[in-house]
């Protein structure tokens, strides 16, 4: 179907977003620094969990998506690209998904990031 995509900044409309026009950045010793937009442009804040119901909900709609929900065990890389996940589901099943775009959004707490981080760093919880 032509014309048919997910247009995610929708997804925020109703989720309690905020324009932002700069953000703060945390440096390892602790100390704060705000980072403004240029004067043309802004940002939008928003509750993250909202977002990504709104976001699973409008792909849902799309006649060529096929949900499947899981919890990801591994990300899956070919030659320093990620190039899918494997998964488990709610029955225990391991499953693999592959995808020309994977998106990494699993929190602050976060089993993943560690394999997406260069250099390796260590996350103190």
């Given amino acids: ?4 995509g997910l247009n995610w900044p929708n ?3 109703g989720s309690d977003s905020q324009t932002v026009f700069s953000f703060a950045a945390v440096h390892k010793d602790g100390k ?9 442009a802004s940002g939008r ?10 976001l699973r909900e409008k792909a849902a709609s ?12 591994s990300l899956v890389e070919e030659n320093g690209s990620i ?10 099943q391991e ?6 775009l994977t998106i990494v959004c699993d929190g602050c707490f ?6 997406l981080c260069s250099p390796k760093v260590k996350i103190l919880h």
């Fill in 110 to 115: 976060s089993n993943l990031r560690s394999n």
């Fill in 45 to 54: 804040g928003f509750h993250h969990g909202r977002f990504v119901q709104k």
């Fill in 11 to 13: 997804c925020l409309d």
């Fill in 95 to 100: 499953l693999a998904a592959s995808a020309s």
């Fill in 32 to 40: 704060r620094s705000a980072i403004s937009y240029p004067s043309h």
């Fill in 83 to 92: 190039k899918g996940v494997l998964y488990k589901t709610k029955a225990g």
């Fill in 62 to 73: 799309l006649p060529n998506v096929k949900l499947e929900q899981g919890t990801v065990t």
């Fill in 1 to 4: 179907m032509p014309g048919v």
